[in-house]
């Protein structure tokens, strides 16, 4: 099982500044390697303070100067809102610049104020994701390009900038039937996450994901499923509610994008309360929040009931302070993967593998 730092890059405290928030990430990335950490992921989100990452492959760019052996990857491209073309002349670019430690992560937006801004039909995103991967995936293929779609209409075109990878390894978010069918035919790797729900709302997800990855031949066993969940490292139980209060604002606006009720002061995001919202008591007992051996017990009891080839830790969220996300980080790589390692007897060979499972 590998492990991933999962960064989302908000700004809840608008006097901090957009580059206080890429200083607090780069930071991040550097200690994760350091840590031992297998992938830096990257959100992309646009116009509100819920991120402040419009381009993950521009910042993957600059983190692959930065760091030498942690793997980079968007998570994830919002594909309606890029020209496929584009896309792949950036894939290539930011693969040969990091030396091959791209992958790719490909989603299909779910956030209707950024479609609405960009022109695009939100009812239309799993229709023009479908055109671009098709796009996408005869460039990995051919290394050309020539399609014509209801979206995209390209003549022949050839890759000028390849990646490094003759076959890139692949994430992807989202759980459609025919997507997921699709994701399982070229040996994808799904990401989830569940926010402060409980390891019952990971298995309810995972379930979905396995039935129709296993209608194409992937036994459960060897499903590649990846989680990303927040976690935070304390000794403090004020520290802990803290956090929680910060879980539980991040889905105070995930649910206002998702019902799209969200409302914006400017870029700001207000983080209105959602039906059956879970107590601050509610999402410490759900999470890997508290002391080292408390977060340790909790994952391995959710790593257990998945079996994820790969978990990404969230670590910084909510407007928690980079001071606080690194300490709770150091702890993390000191602290609580010794634990988990032992009772999981190593992470290297607990779970499948995140190696794609086809061409």
């Not at 390697?33 to 991120?51: K, L, M």
Request: net charge negative.
């Amino acid at each position: 099982m590998e492990l991933g730092l999962f960064s989302l890059l908000p700004q809840r405290d608008l006097s901090l500044g957009a580059k206080q928030v890429y200083d607090d990430t780069i930071d991040m990335v550097r200690m994760a390697e350091q840590i031992g950490f297998d992938v830096a992921w990257i959100a992309e989100h646009h116009f509100g303070n819920y991120s402040m990452c419009p381009s993950p492959l521009v910042l993957a760019s600059h983190l692959a100067g930065l760091t030498s052996k942690i793997k980079l990857g968007p998570a994830v491209l919002v594909l309606p809102l890029y020209h496929p073309l584009r896309v792949l002349g950036e894939l290539g670019m930011v693969d040969q610049l990091s030396d091959g430690r791209l992958i790719v992560g490909f989603g299909s937006g779910y956030q209707a104020f950024e479609f609405e801004r960009y022109g695009v039909a939100l009812k239309e995103n799993w229709a023009v994701t479908h055109e671009a991967m098709d796009i996408l995936e005869m460039a990995f293929d051919h290394g050309r390009v020539e399609y014509q779609g209801k979206y995209f209409q390209i003549p022949e075109t050839h890759v000028a900038v390849p990646m490094v990878q003759s076959s890139p390894r692949v994430i992807i978010a989202g759980n459609q039937p025919e997507y997921l069918h699709r994701a399982a035919r070229r040996g994808y790797q799904p990401i989830i996450t569940v926010g402060p729900q409980p390891v019952e709302a990971q298995l309810a997800v995972r379930t979905h994901v396995a039935k129709h990855y296993a209608q194409e031949g992937i036994n459960d066993a060897d499903l590649p499923l990846a989680i990303s969940r927040m976690i935070y490292v304390t000794d403090s139980m004020d520290d802990a509610r803290d956090a929680a209060e910060r879980v539980l604002y991040t889905a105070r606006l995930v649910m206002s994008f998702r019902g799209q009720y969200e409302q914006l002061k400017g870029i700001e995001v207000q983080p209105l309360p959602f039906e059956n919202e879970p107590s601050l008591d509610e999402v410490i007992a759900n999470m890997p929040i508290g002391g080292p051996e408390r977060v340790a017990e909790q994952i391995v009891n959710e790593v257990k009931a998945n079996r994820p080839a790969h978990y990404a830790v969230f670590a910084q969220y909510g407007g928690l302070s980079g001071d606080r996300a690194r300490r709770s980080l150091e702890r993390f790589g000191a602290e609580v993967v010794p634990l988990i390692d032992k009772e999981l007897g190593g992470l290297e060979a607990f779970g499948p593998s995140s190696t794609p499972l086809a061409a």
